[in-house]
């Protein structure tokens, strides 16, 4: 019930498209999703969050879409940048930011 | 914003001996940080919860005498792997609970340390 699933586990996009990562969850008690982007041989780096109370959250090309009764949440990145190329995480937690709970993590390729 | 940051990023060991990784928040007060290990091309895995003055608290399967946490001041936490051997080969990465720009606390990660035992 603490997992998270997050597919797909590895993802192509070509420069300029959306790319689009799921998140599911089974414990409802989840009230805090962020996603996080993570550079080889770097630490994750917060990129996004969302909270339950919302449906969907954008901050420039990225945007959350949270579908709570579904237990839900997607990463979507618009325009998608050779840039962005990196390995996301998304995560939930019950106690805000602390003991966040990972999915397996994306590797997107964004290619030129 | 918040920046934690981690040393060594790399370090290699004999089998038998003890390592030591710090994590610092540089521009703020961390009374709880956390550790993560990361298997190449997997997810975070929280080890122990850091706790200013009080003992670490650690997940279900970490050996507490194996990973010594140690949280003497609020900006400074230490993972020590003891007797390291081969299989603690692992990517480290902590972590410490600050102010995000809209109020709500954040967890901020380090760069993670890079352990490799022979």
């Known amino acids: 019930q603490q997992q998270v699933k997050q597919s797909p586990q590895s993802l192509i996009v070509q420069k300029g498209g959306i790319s689009i990562i799921n998140c599911a969850y089974e414990?409802?008690?989840?009230?805090?999703f962020p996603w996080y982007q993570q550079f080889p041989g770097k630490g994750p780096a917060l990129l996004i969050a969302?909270?339950?109370?919302?449906s969907e959250k954008k901050e420039g090309r990225f945007t959350i879409s949270f579908n709570k009764s579904a237990k839900q949440f997607s990463l979507h990145i618009m325009d998608s940048q050779p840039g962005d190329s990196a390995t996301y995480f998304c995560a939930a937690s019950s106690q805000g930011a602390q003991k966040l709970v990972f999915g397996q993590g994306t590797r997107l390729t964004i290619n030129p | 914003g918040a920046v934690v940051s981690q040393h060594p990023s790399r370090v290699i060991c004999k089998s038998g001996t003890s390592v030591k990784i710090e994590c610092r928040s540089l521009d703020f007060q961390a009374t709880t940080m956390f550790w993560y290990r990361q298997f190449p091309k997997q997810s975070l895995m929280l080890m122990a919860t850091?706790?200013?003055?009080?003992?670490?608290?650690?997940e279900q399967g970490v050996e507490k005498d194996k990973f010594l946490i140690n949280h003497a001041s609020l900006t400074l936490s230490t993972l020590t792997v003891t007797s390291a051997h081969p299989e603690d080969s692992s990517f480290y990465i902590c972590?410490?609970?600050?102010?995000?720009?809209?109020?709500?606390?954040?967890?901020?990660f380090g760069a993670g340390s890079r352990l490799t035992v022979l």
């Open positions: 414990n409802t008690a989840f009230d805090y």
């Open positions: 969302i909270r339950p109370d919302v």
């Open positions: 972590s410490a609970e600050s102010s995000g720009i809209y109020g709500a606390n954040v967890l901020t």
């Open positions: 850091s706790n200013e003055g009080s003992k670490a608290t650690y």
